[in-house]
């Protein structure tokens, strides 16, 4: 059994959020933490108080807005999240790829503060703002290629997916657009387009943007092969597919994330991806990398590109970017971004400077604490113990990922036939023992890790202790 130190406390009673404590710093292995770095279980998770806020959401926010989890956050950093109850969760999530820094990196609090007090929107449209420039000149450089470079700001994924689209489609003078089963790009209607599952993204939602076509994902443990077979077969039927369903010469550009997300960290075999980029340019097609969840060191280099040498022509980021703040970008070919002609991309609030400041903060903090590295680290970490445990159930079909995004795929025992059903339960197993656990996948049978980059090796261990005592009572 798993250890989990739970403190009888009452709970606070109080009708509305308490004000603001000081702020206090907490060492742990080294690093200066907001908030202390362990599990504590104080109430049953949810607690009282986070149920009583969960009443009033329900009578105040639509329930079209799901909530997986329904504890309240008061304060966050590290790996540790804390509620309204006092309860001390290990984070496995970051917000879905976002709070990779930490939610409460200094850097970002500082450079943001600073900014908040300066001034905190004019429109870059209207009157603009060095920081904008700054964060334009930190993308063109650490993005893949050394070719010149170019890039606008937006506020979401969504968004940056649909400018990268508006501008393929300028550029190029085509309309159609290639995007790829079990793929996530957002929940706007053109992205929607693009996503391949229906619920909870698609279902009642359409009509949706015209002159999209899905072909088929290099998915390895649903294909039959080895790696460089597998890589071929896919490859052969994603060009057999378009020349039958669209025709090479009518493609503006094909859209795929290097490693899906939301269709459940779908690793493809190495040389799938380069093939791809090498159609599209015999081809004259714009080749998009969605790295909106893989990017900003999540996979162990500073986007998944690089790990096969793979330059996009564009490239769309958020998540990671700004430590928590909304931000996205599109990046790319100077002659590609320069088509557009002025004023044909923007937004009110597209790279607002004080999320502007905050994504300084954090890629310097991902620069001066080598987080592309700690993800690797983790993968380590991860691999092994994900390993001993498929060795204990057969239930676990593969491991897979990259880096700090990795998951496990959960099949009926002895087939490859998805089990949700479980997938849940040991979902729910975690949720319970205090570890923010997610799932994704087409099917919704794969468990996914996205851990801050910042953890430490302890907590993973709890954390991953926890997903072990899960398994032996829920399989």
């Known amino acids: 059994m798993v250890a989990i130190t739970v403190v009888a406390v009452p709970a606070p009673a109080r009708s509305r959020r308490s004000p603001r404590r000081a702020s206090h710093r907490y060492e742990h ?4 933490m907001s908030v202390p770095q362990k599990r504590e279980l104080r109430t049953a998770i949810p607690g009282p108080r986070s149920q009583e806020l969960h009443q009033r959401t329900k009578q105040a926010v639509s329930s079209g807005v799901g909530v997986g989890l329904p504890v309240y956050v008061e304060k966050a950093g590290g790996g540790i999240v804390v509620d309204v109850d006092g309860n001390q969760l290990i984070d496995m999530g970051s917000g879905i790829a976002v709070t990779s820094v930490g939610a409460s990196a200094q850097r970002v609090i500082d450079r943001a503060q600073a900014q908040l007090e300066d001034f905190t929107h004019t429109c870059f449209m209207v009157t603009p703002y060095e920081e904008y420039t700054q964060v334009a000149e930190k993308l063109n450089e650490l993005t893949p290629g050394d070719h010149e470079k170019r890039t606008a700001l937006f506020n979401s994924g969504a968004e940056a997916v649909e400018n990268a689209i508006k501008i393929a489609r300028h550029h190029t003078g085509r309309t159609a657009v290639i995007a790829f089963d079990h793929a ?13 599952k229906n619920m909870p993204y698609k279902h009642g939602f359409g009509p949706f943007a015209s002159d999209v076509y899905r072909m088929p994902m290099a998915y390895p443990y ?36 290097p490693i899906q997300g939301e269709g459940g960290f779908i690793v493809p075999p190495s040389g799938w991806l380069a093939k791809i980029a090498q159609w599209c340019r015999d081809n004259g097609i714009v080749f998009i ?21 793979v330059v996009p022509d564009l490239i769309t980021t958020a998540k990671g970017i700004a430590g928590g703040l909304p931000l996205s970008a599109v990046t790319g070919r100077a002659e590609i971004m320069d088509a557009v002609h002025a004023s044909g991309l923007g937004g009110t609030y597209g790279g607002n400077p004080v999320a502007c400041a905050a994504a300084l903060g954090s890629i310097e903090t991902m620069e001066q604490e080598d987080l592309p590295g700690r993800a690797r680290e983790i993968e380590a970490i991860f691999r092994e113990r994900l390993g001993q445990l498929a060795e204990k159930h057969e239930a676990i079909g593969e491991i897979r990922g990259r880096g700090a995004m990795m998951a496990v795929e959960i099949v009926k025992p002895g087939t490859t036939t998805p089990d949700p059903d479980l997938t849940k339960a040991v979902n729910a197993a975690c949720h319970a023992a205090g570890v923010i656990t997610l799932t994704a996948g087409t099917y919704g049978n794969v468990l996914r890790f996205l851990p801050p980059l910042v953890i430490s090796d302890d907590l993973l261990g709890e954390a991953l202790d926890v997903l072990e005592e899960a398994f032996a009572t829920q399989a």
């Open 289 to 309: 990398a969605d790295e909106v969840q893989t990017g900003f060191c999540r996979t162990g280099d500073w986007f998944a590109c690089d790990h096969e040498g």
């Open 29 to 32: 292995q080294g690093a200066v």
């Open 184 to 196: 996530y790009h957002g929940r706007t209607n053109l992205t929607m387009a693009l996503t391949a």
């Open 222 to 257: 649903r294909w039959t092969g080895d790696a460089a077979s597998i890589a071929d077969d896919a490859f052969e039927a994603f060009t057999s597919a378009v020349s039958a369903q669209v025709s090479a010469q009518n493609v503006a550009a094909v859209i795929i994330e």
